[in-house]
């Protein structure tokens, strides 16, 4: 049986291997350079490790598409770090600050296109049905991620609305890579549907991790700068629940709060503060944390559908890793 040191060992060879096209280099060395600077890789990760609950070794009809959506991964990166002008990916300058805006669209258009060119090695026998789930779900990345930019023009957003919006955003995607190592193993319908649902929930899971350590995560192991979200009037999980559990007085004090400029070093972080003082006093954070560990089990219960022991465990310990970060 495959474990997760076998799928470790296979992610590590994979890219660090990785090869694109060497020329115009100004347009595939942002490839190289978002590939190189890493991540957790938890999206070829995932498809690896669900293609393990079915098969004994890996090879390419698995491993390229694992890579495509690593690669897809990367290219909303890109395209989003030039719609939120983030200076700062996993530690590192962003590709639009080292290559400019017109760069960094272009070379996200080509990475786009390289991970569709991956995701195609997948078996003949499956192909069809891969491609219109890759498709799908980028088509809903691209959906979600409008919706976010929609959300920052807007005073208040339901939560409703905005975990529709993660959904798509964040959660489809991580769907996608738990459905798809599946479906290239072969498995039943069924299947591929309880681990599509334990993708998407642990999908909301992570972002509303992501979206509680933006606040109160450590600035260097987080990989960008803290408050991200506050400056940009993201609406985030805990901006939107806090504007739902607020009275009318501290609601206007934040409605308010988005208006503060932010364009000096010592303006960000009062508006980041303020933003802070209101969630620890209405709870928000200690709200969230316990609205990742539901949703995290509802993932779980997916995936016991699908298998139990030593295989149901390598779900279970993915899905700690992923939000333990939060605890």
Not at 93 to 111: F, N, Q, Y
Not at 121 to 134: I, T
Not at 185 to 200: M, R
Request: aromatic share 8%.
């Amino acid at each position: 049986m495959i474990n997760e040191a076998h799928v470790e060992a296979a992610l590590k060879e994979l890219f660090d291997n990785i090869e694109f096209t060497d020329e115009p280099a100004r347009l595939y060395d942002p490839l190289r350079f978002m590939i190189s600077i890493g991540g957790k890789r938890l999206r070829p990760r995932l498809c690896l490790t669900t293609y393990a609950l079915y098969k004994d070794s890996f090879d390419e009809s698995v491993l390229q598409p694992a890579a495509g959506l690593e690669v897809f991964h990367s290219f909303t990166l890109i395209h989003d770090d030039i719609m939120d002008k983030s200076p700062v990916r996993r530690g590192m300058p962003t590709v639009w600050t080292k290559w400019g805006e017109d760069g960094a669209i272009l070379s996200g258009d080509v990475m786009c296109i390289d991970s569709y060119k991956r995701v195609a090695k997948a078996p003949a026998k499956v192909l069809g049905k891969v491609l219109e789930l890759f498709s799908t779900t980028a088509s809903q990345v691209c959906d979600g991620q409008q919706l976010d930019m929609d959300f920052e023009k807007e005073p208040q957003v339901r939560m409703e609305d905005y975990i529709n919006m993660i959904g798509l955003k964040t959660g489809v995607l991580i769907a996608c890579s738990a459905k798809m190592g599946a479906m290239i193993a072969g498995a039943s319908e069924e299947d591929c549907e309880n681990l599509y649902n334990f993708g998407y929930n642990l999908g909301l899971a992570f972002q509303i991790a992501d979206d509680y350590l933006d606040a109160f995560g450590d600035a260097k192991v987080f990989g960008k700068p803290i408050g991200g979200d506050i400056v940009n009037n993201k609406k985030c999980w805990l901006t939107t629940h806090a504007l739902e559990k607020a009275d009318d007085k501290i609601r206007q004090k934040l409605l308010d709060a988005m208006d503060l400029p932010v364009e000096t070093t010592d303006q960000k972080p009062k508006k980041i503060t303020l933003f802070k003082d209101v969630y620890q006093k209405l709870h928000v954070d200690e709200d969230a944390k316990y609205e990742i560990l539901r949703l995290t089990g509802e993932a779980l219960s997916y995936a016991s559908k699908v298998c139990t022991g030593v295989r149901y465990e390598m779900l279970r310990r993915f899905a700690d890793k992923l939000i333990g970060r939060t605890k």
